[in-house]
Nanobody
Framework: QVQLVESGGGLVQPGGSLRLSCAAS????????MGWYRQAPGKQRELVAD???????NYADSVKGRFTISRDNGKKTVYLQMNSLKSEDTAVYYC???????????WGQGTQVTVSS
């Protein structure tokens, strides 16, 4: 049973920063690709950033240069450092992991990020 627990969301002013964390209960965390997605009210869920088992990263154009995804295999945790936050970054942020053998995907419960003055 894979469990993902996100934390670090909250209310922040425009231009501020937050760091999201996603702790995974996975036996061999290092082989999994991890990703952060977000869903704003009335919009579809979209990819924010992902990172492969080898550390290769990919970002949505809207967050390039502002967000950084990283992983700590020893702590079985993936992070999303978000800087220069904008009101349009407001959304529920979800962590996703994909089993590289079965291709099954697992999602966390989500954490709310609100950017507002």
């Amino acid at each position: 049973q894979v469990q993902l627990v996100e934390s670090g969301g909250g209310l922040v002013q425009p231009g501020g920063s937050l760091r999201l964390s996603c702790a995974a209960s996975i036996s061999i965390f290092s082989i999994y690709s991890m990703g952060w997605y977000r869903q704003a009210p009335g919009k579809q869920r979209e990819l924010v950033a992902d990172i492969t088992s080898g550390g290769r990263t990919n970002y949505a154009d809207s967050v390039k240069g502002r967000f950084t995804i990283s992983r700590d295999n020893g702590k079985k945790t993936v992070y999303l450092q978000m800087n220069s936050l904008k009101s349009e970054d407001t959304a529920v942020y979800y962590c996703k992991v994909v089993n590289p053998i079965t291709s099954l995907a697992y999602w966390g419960q989500g954490t709310q990020v609100t950017v507002s003055s």
